[in-house]
């Protein structure tokens, strides 16, 4: 049997994102620390953002049997040489991965720059991981590369710099402050 299924992006990410809201308004009206002012905004962009890097790396989803079905071995979807074929093209990983490396020491302060790198690390080899396990099941087509890990956990660390450049400007650190206070700078884990 043959078949060509597609599942729009909206359907899995927009009842996540109704599912966050309400959860969201939920601690909100409790009055939880973390869901209230500045660490709320926080929150929802982290939310917005996340979904947004799902959409552009998971989605379109598309499921295929039969003759459809890719029949190209799944180990050639993976490549593990890094940057035998960097280039321009991992630009856009580098900008993806930019928001991450902010936002992750404003919600987690603890979090020190080594901390922080290698939890953009993770979650890009995570996102590589789902993207292979994809190919296999669903026949969907996305490669799996490491330049895209590199390129990733560079946007990462350059997220994390930015944040700390802009917390050394009056300005730019009482609107941070206001976002989620920064931590006494022996409380910050490397």
């Known amino acids: 049997m043959n078949f ?15 599912v966050f809201a309400v959860m969201a308004s939920v601690r909100h009206r409790r009055g939880l ?12 962009v982290t939310a917005l953002y996340a979904v947004a890097v799902a959409s ?6 598309w499921i295929y049997g039969g003759d459809y079905r890719n029949q190209a071995e ?3 979807q993976i490549q593990p040489i890094p940057l035998v074929t960097a280039d321009v093209s991992m630009t856009p990983n580098v900008i993806m991965f930019v928001p991450l490396g902010f936002v992750l020491p404003l919600l987690l ?12 690390a993770f979650t890009s080899l995570s996102i590589e991981v789902v993207q292979l396990l994809q190919y296999i099941v669903l026949a969907n ?10 390129a990733n956990t560079a946007g990462g660390l350059l997220g994390y710099v930015v944040l700390r450049a802009a ?7 009482s609107v941070l ?14």
């Not at 302060?109 to 953009?120: D, E, H, M, N």
């Not at 917390?167 to 650190?173: E, H, S």
Request: aromatic letters at 6%.
């Open 4 to 18: 060509q299924i597609h599942v729009p992006t909206a359907v899995i990410l927009g009842p996540a994102l109704a």
């Open 141 to 150: 087509g996305r490669a799996v590369d490491v330049n895209d890990v590199i």
């Open 33 to 44: 620390p973390g869901w209230r002012g500045g660490s709320l905004v926080l929150r929802v």
């Open 74 to 76: 799944w180990i050639g």
């Open 167 to 173: 917390q050394r400007g009056t300005a730019a650190r």
């Open 109 to 120: 302060p603890r979090l020190g720059r080594s901390r922080t790198v290698l939890a953009c």
């Open 56 to 61: 552009l790396t998971f989605f379109p989803l």
């Open 177 to 190: 402050d206001k976002v989620a206070p920064s931590p006494s700078p022996s409380s910050a884990v490397e």
